[in-house]
């Protein structure tokens, strides 16, 4: 099975892929579709869009484990996740993935077993249940990771 981890954001969406055989994990992709802070707003959503399902088309992934927002200072940049976020589910949707969310607190939970564990932990877990030799970069590529990871999880233990 094929898991899209996504963590999403206007600015930075980071995305991971896993594959999941036989109770073995394997990182197949990561990184971050990146979109300039000058771009009219709705372009950045188009190139999420697009960025989207090419991973999509090439991975084909059967699942899309995507982040919940669940805490922002800022309202508009809460709303503007929101938007991206939106445009991640549905376009997971119209390929007909299995979508899954999760808070934070739940991917670190699925991770290292403390839904309160640092950033830092969290990453360290990714490295390792990966078999990677260095921690992901940019944080944003690293949370997609953890996201895939807790969507491969979450059919393992059924």
């Known amino acids: 099975m094929i898991v899209l981890g ?4 206007f ?22 579709i990146s979109t300039p802070a000058g ?13 989207l399902t090419r991973l999509i088309k090439k991975y084909k992934p ?3 484990a995507v982040e919940k927002i669940f805490f922002c200072k800022n309202t508009k ?24 969310e999760f808070t934070p607190l739940q ?7 403390y839904g309160k564990a640092e950033k830092q932990q969290m990453q360290k877990m ?3 249940l990966l078999g990677l030799k260095d921690i992901p970069r940019p944080d944003d590529a690293a949370d997609a990771l953890a996201l895939a990871i807790a969507g491969s999880n979450n059919f ?3």
């Open 11 to 32: 600015a930075r969406t980071g995305y991971g892929v896993v594959e999941e055989k036989n109770k073995n994990l394997r990182m197949l992709d990561y990184g971050c």
């Open 77 to 100: 940049t809460a709303i503007d996740v929101g938007q991206a976020r939106g445009v991640v589910i549905l376009t997971a949707a119209e390929k007909n993935l299995k979508i899954l």
């Open 126 to 128: 990714v490295k390792i």
């Open 62 to 64: 059967g699942v899309c």
């Open 156 to 158: 393992l233990t059924k």
């Open 39 to 51: 771009v009219v707003f709705e372009k950045r959503l188009e190139k999420i869009r697009e960025e």
């Open 6 to 9: 996504i963590d999403p954001g």
């Open 107 to 113: 991917v670190k939970q699925s991770i290292t077993g």
